[in-house]
């Protein structure tokens, strides 16, 4: 595609692009600032306007009818989490019977793991990259501990090569072959957190299960951001949290999924809380656990309506738009600010910008990640100040995401004009 850094240009793209009324679906953050370009959705999604109604509405029929509510509320409580099904099992690429909202991103990892990592003597080793989200990190160390194995022996982490920044795909496949007989389970984010780099989930998934190993993948950064078929690319188990590119609401609940084949595999270990138990027999209340099949068999508890409510308001949007329009938006859109970003590069040469994210498009999603080498944490400050809302990651790194769902063209071309002036002024001292 052609850019120009130019009001004219950015305004005719926002013009034309067909998702332009969906901005005004949300509340932007107002910090007294001249411009404010909100660029963290990765971290922290935008409020939709339609939660607060959806809120109130239970809210309102809490009070109304207290514990009747659970049956005879507009959106009964007792099967809520059902209506939040389909609309995020196509946002995953899954059968509505391997997906299910419940509980936060890595209570559910534990809970998987319960599941899929099922060490033993032989195989108890663990796949994942170097620099993950440090809540995973935990995630397989004491994972690894409580099956009493060393972490730093269980854990094989893949880093970029020297010199590189994203790592490379042969070199998972690689360790995969090396450990064949000794890999338990290969866990990788979809996207990383950090790089913005998208890994190869069906590849990883292939290879895990050549060599007898389980895949399972954290989508924190990849739901609501890129296209995913978790089913047909038959990933044993993933999970992700609704606050980043889903907009649920701050800590709002996350999602799981399961692959069916699992999911009807009752021999399977797993916790059992009332809400996972058989549907038809859950208020008989007898002793012996029996799972539901499908996702809905790793539930706990019954769901936190409030935040189901926002959730449900969210996703709706996602519904009416769906991910191939929010995909081919994200990558022109993504693709305009890489250009910008180059061009400060080009302006600025003793800032020292580098662009850390893979270029190819296929290898990220919205999220860029930059390197700022020649500058300080200072620069960062600045650009909050001025109302660009990016966020900063030791040692120089600039994290932010355009994403189609609320940032224009105009927002990346404001950035632009903000981070002209704010690397001018260092340049002037
Ligand atoms: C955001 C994020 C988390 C957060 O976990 P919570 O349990 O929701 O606090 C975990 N892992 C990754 C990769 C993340 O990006």
């Known amino acids: ?140 160390e004491t994972q690894a501990q409580f099956h009493g194995f060393a972490p730093d022996d269980a854990i094989i982490e893949i880093a970029p090569r020297d010199g590189e920044r994203v790592i490379r795909h042969e070199d998972i496949l690689a360790a995969v072959e090396e450990h064949a007989d000794e ?108 799972p539901m099949e499908g996702a809905e068999g790793w539930q706990l508890s019954n769901v936190p309506i409030l935040g189901m409510a926002a959730m449900k308001a969210s996703l709706d949007v996602f519904a009416e738009v769906g991910m191939p329009a929010l995909r081919a938006k994200s990558e022109q859109l993504t693709g305009y600010l890489e250009f910008a970003i180059d061009r400060l590069a080009e302006e600025f040469p003793d800032a020292r910008i580098s662009m850390i994210t893979p270029r190819d498009p296929a290898q990220r999603g919205c999220q860029l990640s930059m390197d700022v080498a020649g500058r300080e944490r200072s620069l960062f400050d600045s650009m909050i100040g001025a109302g660009v809302i990016a966020d900063f990651r030791e040692p120089c790194i600039i994290r932010m995401a355009p994403v189609p769902l609320y940032n224009s063209f105009t927002d990346v071309f404001v950035f632009t004009e903000v981070m002209r002036d704010l690397l001018a002024q260092r340049d002037a001292t």
């Open 1 to 140: 595609m052609h850019y120009e850094l130019s009001a004219e240009f950015a305004s005719g793209q926002d013009s034309a692009d067909p998702l332009r009324s969906c901005r005004e679906r949300f509340h932007f953050p107002d910090l007294g600032t001249e411009h404010l370009v909100y660029l963290t959705g990765h971290s922290l999604g935008l409020q939709p306007r339609s939660v607060r109604a959806a809120v109130e509405l239970e809210l309102d029929e809490w009070a109304r009818y207290g514990v009747e509510g659970h049956f005879h509320a507009t959106h009964p409580w007792y099967s809520y989490h059902e209506l939040l099904t389909p609309p995020m099992a196509a946002l995953v690429g899954a059968r509505e019977s391997e997906v299910v909202c419940m509980n936060s991103l890595t209570t559910n990892l534990h809970l998987l793991f319960v599941s899929f990592y099922r060490p033993t003597q032989q195989r108890y080793k663990i796949i994942s990259e170097a620099r993950m989200f440090p809540s995973d990190r935990y995630l397989l």
């Open 183 to 290: 890999l338990a389970l290969v866990f990788f984010g979809g996207v990383n957190y950090f790089t913005g780099q998208v890994f190869d989930m069906p590849a990883l998934t292939e290879a895990a299960h050549a060599v007898g190993a389980v895949a399972g993948f954290d989508l924190a950064h990849a739901a609501g951001n890129i296209p995913l078929s978790l089913h047909d690319w038959d990933v044993d188990f993933a999970a992700w949290c609704s606050y980043k590119y889903l907009n649920a609401s701050p800590g709002n609940v996350g999602g799981i999924f399961v692959h069916e084949r699992h999911g009807r595999n009752f021999e399977l270990p797993r916790f059992g809380g009332w809400w996972g138990h058989d549907k038809s027999t859950r208020f008989q209340m007898r002793n012996g656990f029996q």
